[in-house]
């Protein structure tokens, strides 16, 4: 993991805001050719070539999206950008460029704003993204953060929820219910450190979902395979609310039904081994925990050789015609109509 080594505090006050902003931005390279303007004026100037701009924004809010008594800033900094992203690669697009905007208490030392700096910075460099602005002023209500990301496409690359056919297959990227489950360790340990500070947490055996959590990644790797395999897909969303909830879109978007099969939706050991410590039924973890920004989508049967046996890929299901409804089917062979029971941030839960 990544950790903050940083133990100075500077205060943010006294330094201006271009000197701020100066500073948190000094170190980052332009990289994209479509980036004509970068930070430093009014605006910054993109020029993608006749190709389609791909744009997506997101608001993270503190106490309601993460919780800075266990989210290192450096993590944070990764995440808010790594969540953007994936909408980008949802589209069937490549990233390119991000804003970020951040509003602070001034309490906050500049040392924590470069170590989530420090983070942005890894992602930006890790997925190949030029940060080409963003803005910064103080916040007396918790830290606030919102990025944008912009990416390119050919028209025809584009994927929507939208086309969908029956008799689609619907296959997921990499595992699920991780994100939400590496919560429920870190939530667990903090009543725990309250309790006795002195409490060191082994979180050794629960590493993999705590990082699923706090250090997620976004399935780039996912849109270059499909590229490589000549697998454009007919629809596609990523999961950041949890299965069931996004099911749903692509099925509302682009009327069709689904049947999605209980026991091909992929989970790793510890989710499923977590899931019985807490007593959680591990479907019901993977359908509505949030958070494991991978990538959902139809494929049409004619693709199916090309995907079959791609350790990456797992289909979980097919689409059927709209009137046959959305459901699972159980490991028992039942049918159960699907309901949106994905993360949603205003129940509190
Ligand atoms: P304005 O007063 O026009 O909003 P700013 O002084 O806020 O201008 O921003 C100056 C430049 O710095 C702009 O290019 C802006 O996009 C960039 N910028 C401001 N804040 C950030 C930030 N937190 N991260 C990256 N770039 C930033
Ligand atoms: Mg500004």
Redesign the pocket.
């Known amino acids: 993991m990544l950790e903050n080594k940083n133990q100075e505090r500077t205060s943010i006050e006294n330094l201006g ?2 000197e701020l ?1 100066n500073h ?2 000094k170190g980052f390279e332009l990289n994209h050719k479509s980036t004509v303007k970068g ?4 605006a ?1 100037i993109l020029d993608h070539e006749g190709q389609k701009t791909i744009v997506s924004t997101d608001l993270l809010v503190e106490g309601v999206h993460f919780d800075l008594s266990y989210m290192p800033l450096k993590h944070l900094g990764y995440k808010s950008v790594i969540v953007n992203l994936s909408d980008i690669y949802a589209m069937n697009s490549i990233a390119t460029q991000i ?4 509003a602070v208490s001034n309490r906050f030392p500049l040392e924590a704003l470069e170590e989530f700096y420090a983070g942005v910075a890894t992602a930006c460099k890790v997925y190949g993204i030029d ?1 080409i ?4 002023t103080s916040s007396n209500k918790g830290m606030l953060i919102s990025v944008t990301a912009l990416g390119v496409s050919n028209t025809e690359n584009i994927v929507y929820r939208s086309n969908a056919k029956p008799n689609d297959l619907l296959v997921v990227s990499g595992d699920l219910g991780g994100a939400y489950l590496g919560l429920q360790v870190l939530e667990r340990e903090k009543e725990v450190f309250k309790v006795n500070p002195n409490n060191q947490p082994d979180l050794d055996p629960y590493s993999y979902i705590v990082e699923r959590q706090l250090k997620p990644e976004a399935r780039k790797d996912i849109v270059e395979l499909l590229e490589k395999l000549e697998v454009r897909p007919t629809a596609m969303i990523d999961i950041s609310d949890g299965l069931s909830s996004e099911i749903l879109h692509l099925c509302k978007e682009s009327t069709v039904g689904c049947n999605l099969f209980e026991d091909k939706i992929p989970l790793d050991p510890t989710v499923i081994s977590s899931a019985e410590e807490f007593q959680m039924d591990s479907t019901m973890i993977a359908l509505s925990g949030g958070e494991d920004y991978e990538l959902l989508f139809t494929i049409g049967q004619d693709d199916f050789t090309k995907i079959k046996g791609n350790p990456n890929l797992t289909i979980i299901g097919h689409m059927t015609d709209h009137s046959e409804g959305i459901h699972l089917v159980t490991r028992a062979n039942e049918k159960i109509p699907i309901t949106a029971r994905g993360w949603n941030s205003f129940n509190g839960d």
Do not use: C, K, Y
Not at 39 to 42: L, Q, R, S
Not at 133 to 136: E, F, H, I, N, V
């Open positions: 805001e271009f902003i948190l931005t930070i430093g004026d009014d910054a804003t970020v905007s951040i940060l602005g963003g803005d910064t």
